[in-house]
């Protein structure tokens, strides 16, 4: 065998061998890439769903399928495609499933914010029972800076730096109509509780009443917030009230993550989907140009002119496409003619916020937290 695999070099004279030839570039056949950087959505399922991340998958056609770093900075980027106010949608390029999940997943849980965790209720008249109440208001959004303020433990008493203190008073007078209660009415008290603590037997008479926070100062002394008051968001709906029903309680909002409890979470939801990829396996032209322009509910497609009173389909807004395969559904024939797919490494994602914090910070903040950890890894590993 090795003489066999031992040629004649005739115009040298030299003798060598087929392992000293040069390595074919590294390179998978097309139809083995495509399984790999593509799910496939036919009209039945899905196919090639799975993500390949051994290294080795591939040694066999020579193709090193490991991580490497220069790649991975080469290939990542961030693209922001919408920023408002409450939303943002921007595209994560070039990273493996999981890791766009566990972004999600700190987005969700591990962000902290401020909400309302205790609510003392001094009078409710209302049809509202008192734990329900308490609920609705820790639903509610308190728009803060949640890295101003410490978290609080069980042994920790109320103070300016762990808790912020909201007072809601309202009265639907006899003889008025029905009046609904909103967000609106939840008065920030930046000196803290005003409830007083029944004081002991004992205690001196001429000492300060005792409440259930004990502030040092004003919360509205200081720089953050003396020209940026918290508030809670506005133009919520907490309850109605009919005539001769009040409400009166405080309500005192904490540090927490949304693992905790979901009022914590400072995003409506966090999610991403792939890519969409839609190729035209053939010319689709006239009438079968107008069905299918017809047949997708998002406009994907348009019709262009192609001269001699000839029209042509064209994808124009791929990444509109919902998959709901309606362009497949017109018979056997359109599922050769279309191909619908989803680009395994680019995530279209969507943070929308609660409206405690910006979008933006909420990307930055979750980044920070995805890299902290990161950074324990390696450093438990080494
Ligand atoms: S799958 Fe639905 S949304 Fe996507 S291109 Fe086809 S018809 Fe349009």
Redesign the pocket.
């Known amino acids: 065998m090795a003489e066999q695999e031992e040629k004649r070099d005739d115009k040298k004279g030299e003798k060598f061998s087929i392992w000293d030839l040069p390595d074919v570039p590294a390179k998978l056949p097309p139809h083995i890439e495509f399984q790999r950087s593509r799910v496939l959505?036919n009209l039945d399922a899905p196919i090639h769903t799975e993500n390949v991340t051994y290294g080795g998958a591939y040694a066999s056609m020579g193709v090193d399928n490991s991580l490497q770093l220069d790649n991975f900075r080469k290939n990542f980027g961030v693209e922001v495609i919408r920023l408002t106010k409450e939303d943002m949608e921007f595209d994560l390029i070039g990273i493996d499933v999981s890791i766009a999940n566990a972004f999600r997943r700190i987005l969700i849980s591990e962000l902290p914010t401020m909400a309302i965790e205790k609510v003392l209720v001094a009078n409710n008249t209302s049809v509202i029972q008192d734990e329900v109440l308490a609920h609705r208001l820790g639903l509610i959004p308190v728009i803060v800076d949640p890295r101003l303020f410490a978290y609080m433990s069980e042994n920790d008493t109320s103070n300016g730096k762990n808790t912020i203190v909201f007072k809601l008073h309202v009265r639907c007078e006899r003889g008025e109509p029905r009046m609904t209660v909103k967000s609106n009415e939840l008065k920030w008290l930046p000196n803290g509780s005003e409830l007083l603590l029944e004081s002991k037997p004992d205690s001196n008479p001429e000492s300060k009443p005792r409440t259930y926070t004990s502030f040092s100062c004003s919360q509205d002394s200081l720089p953050e917030f003396s020209n940026n008051p918290i508030s809670p968001m506005l133009d919520i709906t907490i309850a109605r009230l009919g005539p001769g029903q009040e409400i009166e309680l405080e309500a005192h909002a904490v540090k927490g993550m949304g693992k905790t409890h979901a009022k914590w979470s400072p995003v409506g939801t966090a999610w991403y989907r792939m890519l969409?990829e839609?190729v035209l396996l053939e010319d689709v032209e006239d009438e079968d140009a107008e069905k299918l322009v017809k047949?997708?509910?998002?406009n994907?497609?348009d019709i262009e002119d192609i001269g001699n009173g000839r029209k042509r389909a064209t994808v124009a807004r791929?990444r509109?496409?919902?998959?709901?395969?309606?362009?497949?559904r017109g018979g056997e024939e359109w599922e050769k003619r279309?191909s619908?797919r989803r680009v395994k490494d680019h995530f279209i994602f969507t943070i929308e916020s609660t409206g405690a914090l910006p979008p933006e910070v909420l990307f930055t903040e979750a980044v920070r937290i995805l890299e902290d950890k990161c950074e324990r890894v390696i450093t438990e590993l080494s």
């Open positions: 959505c969409p839609i047949t997708c509910p998002v994907v497609f791929p509109a496409c919902t998959l709901c395969r309606e362009c497949l279309v619908l």
